[in-house]
Protein backbone atom coordinates (compact mmCIF):
# COMPACT_ATOMS: atom_id res chain seq x y z
CA UNK A 1 0.00 0.00 0.00
CA UNK A 2 2.35 2.91 -1.08
CA UNK A 3 1.10 6.18 0.04
CA UNK A 4 2.18 10.01 -0.90
CA UNK A 5 0.61 12.45 1.21
CA UNK A 6 0.97 16.47 0.06
CA UNK A 7 1.97 18.25 3.36
CA UNK A 8 2.41 21.68 5.19
CA UNK A 9 2.92 22.24 8.71
CA UNK A 10 0.83 21.46 11.31
CA UNK A 11 -1.72 19.84 9.57
CA UNK A 12 0.35 17.76 7.49
CA UNK A 13 2.28 16.67 9.72
CA UNK A 14 -0.67 15.81 11.63
CA UNK A 15 -1.51 13.34 9.02
CA UNK A 16 1.38 12.27 7.90
CA UNK A 17 2.12 10.78 11.31
CA UNK A 18 -1.90 9.70 11.24
CA UNK A 19 -0.69 7.50 8.15
CA UNK A 20 2.54 6.42 9.12
CA UNK A 21 1.28 4.94 12.55
CA UNK A 22 -1.92 3.35 10.41
CA UNK A 23 0.17 1.48 7.30
CA UNK A 24 3.71 0.22 6.90
CA UNK A 25 5.99 3.87 7.54
CA UNK A 26 8.10 2.75 4.63
CA UNK A 27 5.57 2.83 2.32
CA UNK A 28 4.79 6.21 2.98
CA UNK A 29 5.97 9.10 0.86
CA UNK A 30 5.40 12.65 2.31
CA UNK A 31 5.86 15.77 -0.16
CA UNK A 32 6.80 19.26 1.70
CA UNK A 33 5.84 22.68 1.02
CA UNK A 34 8.97 25.03 1.13
CA UNK A 35 7.04 28.23 -0.61
CA UNK A 36 7.39 29.08 3.72
CA UNK A 37 11.44 28.47 3.42
CA UNK A 38 13.36 31.75 4.36
CA UNK A 39 16.51 32.64 5.05
CA UNK A 40 17.06 34.30 8.69
CA UNK A 41 20.41 35.44 9.70
CA UNK A 42 22.29 33.45 6.76
CA UNK A 43 20.34 30.31 7.34
CA UNK A 44 17.86 28.97 5.21
CA UNK A 45 14.32 27.54 7.34
CA UNK A 46 12.30 24.82 5.59
CA UNK A 47 9.76 25.36 8.55
CA UNK A 48 7.11 22.97 7.20
CA UNK A 49 9.77 19.98 6.55
CA UNK A 50 11.20 20.64 9.89
CA UNK A 51 7.40 20.65 11.25
CA UNK A 52 7.07 17.13 9.48
CA UNK A 53 10.57 15.91 10.80
CA UNK A 54 10.02 17.05 14.48
CA UNK A 55 6.01 15.53 14.46
CA UNK A 56 7.61 12.03 13.01
CA UNK A 57 10.42 11.87 15.14
CA UNK A 58 8.87 12.69 18.56
CA UNK A 59 10.58 15.63 18.76
CA UNK A 60 7.75 18.67 18.46
CA UNK A 61 6.45 21.14 20.81
CA UNK A 62 2.91 19.91 20.76
CA UNK A 63 1.79 22.93 23.20
CA UNK A 64 2.89 25.02 20.85
CA UNK A 65 2.55 23.08 17.48
CA UNK A 66 5.99 23.94 16.16
CA UNK A 67 9.55 24.14 17.36
CA UNK A 68 11.65 21.51 18.81
CA UNK A 69 10.55 20.17 22.62
CA UNK A 70 12.77 21.24 25.26
CA UNK A 71 13.64 23.88 23.26
CA UNK A 72 16.21 26.77 24.62
CA UNK A 73 16.68 29.94 23.02
CA UNK A 74 20.04 31.27 24.57
CA UNK A 75 21.41 32.12 20.48
CA UNK A 76 18.65 34.17 19.72
CA UNK A 77 18.94 36.08 22.85
CA UNK A 78 21.87 36.95 21.72
CA UNK A 79 21.26 37.82 18.50
CA UNK A 80 18.13 40.15 20.40
CA UNK A 81 21.04 41.70 22.33
CA UNK A 82 23.37 42.64 19.58
CA UNK A 83 20.09 43.80 17.37
CA UNK A 84 20.04 41.02 14.91
CA UNK A 85 17.17 39.88 13.07
CA UNK A 86 15.32 37.91 16.24
CA UNK A 87 11.65 37.89 14.99
CA UNK A 88 11.64 34.92 13.53
CA UNK A 89 11.86 32.51 16.46
CA UNK A 90 14.73 30.25 16.11
CA UNK A 91 15.90 28.03 18.86
CA UNK A 92 19.27 26.35 19.54
CA UNK A 93 18.14 22.94 19.14
CA UNK A 94 16.46 24.12 15.93
CA UNK A 95 19.53 26.29 15.19
CA UNK A 96 21.37 22.95 14.73
CA UNK A 97 19.36 21.81 11.95
CA UNK A 98 19.56 24.87 9.91
CA UNK A 99 23.22 25.00 10.55
CA UNK A 100 23.44 21.72 8.66
CA UNK A 101 21.51 22.17 6.20
CA UNK A 102 22.80 25.83 5.14
CA UNK A 103 26.36 24.54 4.91
CA UNK A 104 25.06 21.79 2.71
CA UNK A 105 22.86 24.14 0.32
CA UNK A 106 26.23 26.18 0.01
CA UNK A 107 28.69 23.24 -0.96
CA UNK A 108 25.84 23.04 -3.85
CA UNK A 109 23.70 19.53 -2.59
CA UNK A 110 20.01 20.01 -3.44
CA UNK A 111 17.69 20.42 -0.68
CA UNK A 112 15.62 17.05 -1.61
CA UNK A 113 18.87 15.33 -0.68
CA UNK A 114 20.41 17.54 2.86
CA UNK A 115 16.55 16.80 4.04
CA UNK A 116 17.09 13.11 3.44
CA UNK A 117 20.37 12.93 5.56
CA UNK A 118 18.75 14.69 8.48
CA UNK A 119 15.12 12.62 8.52
CA UNK A 120 18.13 9.30 8.16
CA UNK A 121 19.84 10.74 11.50
CA UNK A 122 17.11 11.59 12.86
CA UNK A 123 15.16 8.22 12.71
CA UNK A 124 12.24 9.41 10.37
CA UNK A 125 10.74 5.76 8.68
CA UNK A 126 8.67 7.78 5.49
CA UNK A 127 10.35 9.25 2.86
CA UNK A 128 10.60 12.88 3.37
CA UNK A 129 11.00 15.09 0.03
CA UNK A 130 10.71 18.60 -0.82
CA UNK A 131 7.99 19.73 -3.59
CA UNK A 132 10.85 21.12 -5.45
CA UNK A 133 14.74 21.38 -4.90
CA UNK A 134 14.33 24.47 -6.44
CA UNK A 135 14.12 27.91 -5.18
CA UNK A 136 9.61 28.65 -4.71
CA UNK A 137 8.54 31.18 -2.78
CA UNK A 138 5.24 32.26 -1.69
CA UNK A 139 3.90 36.19 -1.68
CA UNK A 140 0.80 37.24 -0.69
CA UNK A 141 -1.14 40.20 -2.04
CA UNK A 142 -3.20 42.18 1.15
CA UNK A 143 -4.04 45.49 1.67
CA UNK A 144 -1.11 46.46 2.72
CA UNK A 145 1.60 45.74 -0.21
CA UNK A 146 2.01 42.07 -1.39
CA UNK A 147 4.59 40.53 1.47
CA UNK A 148 6.61 37.84 1.57
CA UNK A 149 4.84 35.05 3.64
CA UNK A 150 6.85 34.71 6.47
CA UNK A 151 6.93 38.54 6.63
CA UNK A 152 2.81 37.77 6.61
CA UNK A 153 2.85 35.17 9.02
CA UNK A 154 5.22 35.98 11.37
CA UNK A 155 6.38 39.13 11.69
CA UNK A 156 2.88 40.31 11.16
CA UNK A 157 1.11 37.55 12.73
CA UNK A 158 -1.25 37.17 9.58
CA UNK A 159 -3.30 39.25 10.82
CA UNK A 160 -3.37 41.48 6.71
CA UNK A 161 -6.33 39.50 4.93
CA UNK A 162 -5.07 38.47 1.74
CA UNK A 163 -6.55 38.97 -1.30
CA UNK A 164 -3.93 36.45 -3.35
CA UNK A 165 -0.65 34.43 -3.28
CA UNK A 166 1.59 33.93 -5.84
CA UNK A 167 4.13 31.96 -5.91
CA UNK A 168 7.43 33.29 -6.89
CA UNK A 169 9.99 30.63 -8.61
CA UNK A 170 6.94 28.09 -9.58
CA UNK A 171 7.08 28.16 -13.28
CA UNK A 172 11.16 27.16 -13.45
CA UNK A 173 10.43 24.66 -10.71
CA UNK A 174 10.27 20.87 -11.43
CA UNK A 175 9.35 18.27 -8.97
CA UNK A 176 12.36 17.30 -6.76
CA UNK A 177 13.86 14.04 -7.45
CA UNK A 178 11.62 11.08 -5.90
CA UNK A 179 8.22 13.29 -6.15
CA UNK A 180 6.80 11.77 -9.68
CA UNK A 181 7.91 7.99 -8.94
CA UNK A 182 6.54 8.36 -5.97
CA UNK A 183 3.46 9.42 -7.51
CA UNK A 184 3.36 6.86 -10.03
CA UNK A 185 4.22 4.30 -7.66
CA UNK A 186 1.06 5.70 -5.27
CA UNK A 187 -1.66 3.26 -4.30
CA UNK A 188 -3.44 6.89 -3.01
CA UNK A 189 -2.38 10.04 -2.74
CA UNK A 190 -3.95 12.42 0.45
CA UNK A 191 -3.61 15.87 0.46
CA UNK A 192 -3.27 17.07 4.17
CA UNK A 193 -5.79 19.17 6.29
CA UNK A 194 -2.85 21.64 5.38
CA UNK A 195 -3.99 25.18 4.26
CA UNK A 196 -4.93 24.82 0.98
CA UNK A 197 -3.73 28.56 -0.12
CA UNK A 198 -0.04 28.56 1.59
CA UNK A 199 0.62 25.11 2.07
CA UNK A 200 -0.66 22.67 -0.51
CA UNK A 201 -1.25 25.37 -3.08
CA UNK A 202 2.80 25.97 -3.63
CA UNK A 203 2.94 22.21 -3.58
CA UNK A 204 0.47 22.36 -6.73
CA UNK A 205 2.06 25.36 -8.19
CA UNK A 206 4.70 22.54 -9.80
CA UNK A 207 3.41 21.79 -12.49
CA UNK A 208 4.87 18.42 -12.90
CA UNK A 209 3.01 17.60 -9.44
CA UNK A 210 -0.25 19.07 -10.48
CA UNK A 211 -0.01 17.03 -14.06
CA UNK A 212 0.57 13.80 -12.08
CA UNK A 213 -2.42 14.66 -9.78
CA UNK A 214 -4.78 15.58 -12.69
CA UNK A 215 -3.37 12.19 -14.48
CA UNK A 216 -3.79 10.12 -11.70
CA UNK A 217 -4.87 6.55 -12.00
CA UNK A 218 -5.52 5.60 -8.16
CA UNK A 219 -7.75 7.24 -5.05
CA UNK A 220 -7.00 11.25 -4.24
CA UNK A 221 -8.12 11.68 -0.74
CA UNK A 222 -7.89 15.29 0.67
CA UNK A 223 -8.79 15.91 4.70
CA UNK A 224 -10.24 19.55 5.14
CA UNK A 225 -8.36 21.77 7.42
CA UNK A 226 -11.86 23.00 8.79
CA UNK A 227 -13.82 21.30 11.72
CA UNK A 228 -17.49 23.38 12.01
CA UNK A 229 -15.90 25.76 9.57
CA UNK A 230 -13.26 27.35 11.81
CA UNK A 231 -9.38 26.32 11.30
CA UNK A 232 -7.79 24.48 14.07
CA UNK A 233 -5.33 26.55 14.16
CA UNK A 234 -4.14 29.81 11.81
CA UNK A 235 -5.65 31.47 8.87
CA UNK A 236 -7.32 29.06 6.41
CA UNK A 237 -11.08 29.71 7.51
CA UNK A 238 -10.67 33.74 6.68
CA UNK A 239 -8.75 33.18 3.22
CA UNK A 240 -11.41 30.75 2.12
CA UNK A 241 -14.13 33.40 3.47
CA UNK A 242 -12.55 35.64 0.97
CA UNK A 243 -10.92 34.03 -1.51
CA UNK A 244 -13.15 31.18 -2.11
CA UNK A 245 -16.48 32.89 -0.81
CA UNK A 246 -16.97 30.78 1.99
CA UNK A 247 -16.22 28.07 4.85
CA UNK A 248 -18.16 25.05 3.90
CA UNK A 249 -16.27 21.74 2.55
CA UNK A 250 -17.77 22.80 -0.79
CA UNK A 251 -15.58 25.63 -0.63
CA UNK A 252 -12.76 23.14 0.23
CA UNK A 253 -13.60 20.76 -2.00
CA UNK A 254 -13.17 23.55 -4.85
CA UNK A 255 -9.75 24.66 -4.31
CA UNK A 256 -8.80 20.67 -5.18
CA UNK A 257 -11.03 20.80 -8.15
CA UNK A 258 -10.21 17.42 -10.75
CA UNK A 259 -7.35 16.90 -8.41
CA UNK A 260 -9.49 14.74 -5.71
CA UNK A 261 -12.25 11.93 -6.00
CA UNK A 262 -13.07 12.06 -2.06
CA UNK A 263 -13.00 14.57 0.88
CA UNK A 264 -12.92 13.79 4.58
CA UNK A 265 -14.32 16.65 6.67
CA UNK A 266 -15.66 17.06 10.08
CA UNK A 267 -18.82 15.62 11.33
CA UNK A 268 -19.30 19.34 12.71
CA UNK A 269 -19.35 20.47 9.00
CA UNK A 270 -21.63 17.34 7.44
CA UNK A 271 -24.71 18.30 6.27
CA UNK A 272 -23.41 20.23 3.65
CA UNK A 273 -22.76 18.97 -0.79
CA UNK A 274 -19.24 19.20 -1.39
CA UNK A 275 -19.52 18.45 -5.41
CA UNK A 276 -17.24 15.40 -3.98
CA UNK A 277 -17.74 11.87 -2.46
CA UNK A 278 -17.43 13.07 1.09
CA UNK A 279 -16.71 10.79 4.24
CA UNK A 280 -17.60 12.58 7.79
CA UNK A 281 -15.59 12.04 11.79
CA UNK A 282 -14.32 13.62 13.43
CA UNK A 283 -10.80 14.86 12.18
CA UNK A 284 -9.11 16.61 15.07
CA UNK A 285 -5.86 15.00 15.31
CA UNK A 286 -4.72 15.78 18.63
CA UNK A 287 -4.02 12.04 20.03
CA UNK A 288 -3.91 8.67 19.32
CA UNK A 289 -7.47 8.17 18.74
CA UNK A 290 -8.18 10.85 16.70
CA UNK A 291 -5.28 10.04 14.17
CA UNK A 292 -6.36 6.42 14.19
CA UNK A 293 -10.04 7.97 13.31
CA UNK A 294 -8.81 10.06 10.27
CA UNK A 295 -6.31 7.66 8.66
CA UNK A 296 -8.62 5.11 8.67
CA UNK A 297 -11.22 7.55 6.88
CA UNK A 298 -8.46 8.38 4.20
CA UNK A 299 -7.57 4.46 3.86
CA UNK A 300 -11.33 3.43 3.51
CA UNK A 301 -12.58 5.96 1.39
CA UNK A 302 -9.75 4.64 -0.90
CA UNK A 303 -10.47 1.47 -0.73
CA UNK A 304 -14.10 2.46 -1.71
CA UNK A 305 -13.39 4.46 -4.70
CA UNK A 306 -11.16 1.20 -6.18
P1 LIG B 1 1.41 25.24 9.00
O1 LIG B 1 2.36 25.15 7.87
O2 LIG B 1 1.99 24.85 10.32
O3 LIG B 1 0.60 26.47 9.03
O4 LIG B 1 0.42 24.04 8.76
P2 LIG B 1 -0.58 23.46 7.73
O5 LIG B 1 -0.95 24.37 6.63
O6 LIG B 1 -0.12 22.08 7.38
O7 LIG B 1 -1.74 23.29 8.73
C1 LIG B 1 -2.56 24.35 9.14
C2 LIG B 1 -3.96 23.89 8.99
O8 LIG B 1 -4.07 22.61 9.64
C3 LIG B 1 -4.95 24.77 9.65
O9 LIG B 1 -5.84 25.23 8.67
C4 LIG B 1 -5.66 23.86 10.66
O10 LIG B 1 -7.05 24.07 10.67
C5 LIG B 1 -5.34 22.48 10.17
N1 LIG B 1 -5.23 21.49 11.22
C6 LIG B 1 -4.31 21.45 12.21
N2 LIG B 1 -4.50 20.38 12.99
C7 LIG B 1 -5.56 19.73 12.49
C8 LIG B 1 -6.26 18.54 12.86
O11 LIG B 1 -5.92 17.86 13.84
N3 LIG B 1 -7.33 18.18 12.09
C9 LIG B 1 -7.72 18.92 11.01
N4 LIG B 1 -8.77 18.50 10.32
N5 LIG B 1 -7.09 20.04 10.64
C10 LIG B 1 -6.02 20.43 11.36
CA1 LIG C 1 3.73 26.38 6.76
Do not use: C
Not at 67 to 90: C, D, I, K, M, Y
Not at 133 to 158: C, I, K, M, N, S
Not at 244 to 259: C, F, I, Q
Amino acid sequence: MNVVVLAGGLGGSRLARALAEAIDPGELTIVGNVGDDVEILGLHVSPDLDTILYTLTGRLDETKGWGRAGETWNALETVAELGGESWFRLGDLDLGVHLVRTEALRRGEPLSAVTARIAGAFGLEPALLPATDERLRTWLATPAGELPFQEWFVARGHRDEVDGVRFEGAEAARPAPGVLEALEAADLIAIAPSNPFVSVGPILAVAGIREALEARLVPAVAVSPLIGGEAVRGPAARMLARMAGGTSPAHVAGRYEGLIDALVIDEADADTDAGVRTIATRTLMDDAEGRRRVAEAVLESAAALR
